[in-house]
């Protein structure tokens, strides 16, 4: 099948303005044991053109990469399921270095979102609501795919220095943002998470949301993509059908 991973390692943000990269369901050759419930990995991944799909999908490789794969060396960070209130150390999470070393993962993959938070932060405290936090080594930051959606006020009231976080909707959460912070809307039209398509099959909006290193900053990638409720099939549909409206693609320095 197609390989696109040294397309999109060659530039993400023109890469993802002509293709969505389907990560509702990632396709896993290789899956460590319990891969979905550890924090802070790294993997190789292929980005390739799947049956039935008719965009490229993210899937999980081999540690050894079959000949031919074009691999991107990534962080994961998984999805935290339903974390409780005031729990953070429950929020998967995913650490990677401010300015990555030749070699080093330049990107951080995360599952679909369709109204979590992605919020980067600088540093973290001890201790959060007397739960202990995982140390951030100095020099990096860390992404947490956050599906309670606590407030940025909340983060920062529990010790968090956050530098950037996305969110389906404006203003985020719990109203205006504190001082200091960059916030991005990852749904900037508001367009319906869910439709009939011109068959009448349900059609399910995710985004795809990611960070990818350009050599100087990291960068915020969005784009918008749909999965057939029935058959599952993944399209790179973003503006509702009948509605002449912008596309919800986004690069952003973080």
Known sequence: ?????????????????????????????????????????????????????????????????????????????????????????????????AAPAPGAPTVVFTGAMNGCGFVVVTAVPALAGGYAIPALAAGHLRLYHDRRLATLAAWVAAGFTVQFAAYAGAPPPGGMMPVGINVADYNPHNYPWNHND?????????????????????????????????????????????????????AINI
């Open 1 to 97: 099948m197609p390989e696109h991973g040294n397309a999109f390692l060659a530039n993400p943000t023109v890469f993802l303005a002509a293709n969505a990269i389907g990560v509702q369901q990632v396709d896993v050759v290789y899956a460590p044991p319990n891969w979905q419930n550890v924090d802070d990995a790294t993997y190789n991944f292929s980005i390739r053109d799947a049956v039935g799909d008719n965009i490229p999908k993210l899937r999980m490789e081999n540690p050894i990469v079959p000949l031919g794969v074009e691999v991107v060396v990534a962080k994961w960070c998984n999805t935290s399921q339903g974390a409780h209130a005031g729990r953070y150390d429950e929020i998967s999470y995913c650490d990677f270095s």
């Open 198 to 250: 011109v068959n009448g099959a349900p059609q399910i909006r995710a985004v795809t949301n990611f960070l990818a290193y350009d050599g100087v900053n990291w960068v915020f990638h969005s784009r918008h993509f749909h999965e057939n409720g029935i058959t599952h099939a993944l399209s790179a549909v973003d503006t509702p059908p009948g509605v002449v409206g912008a596309n919800s693609t986004q």
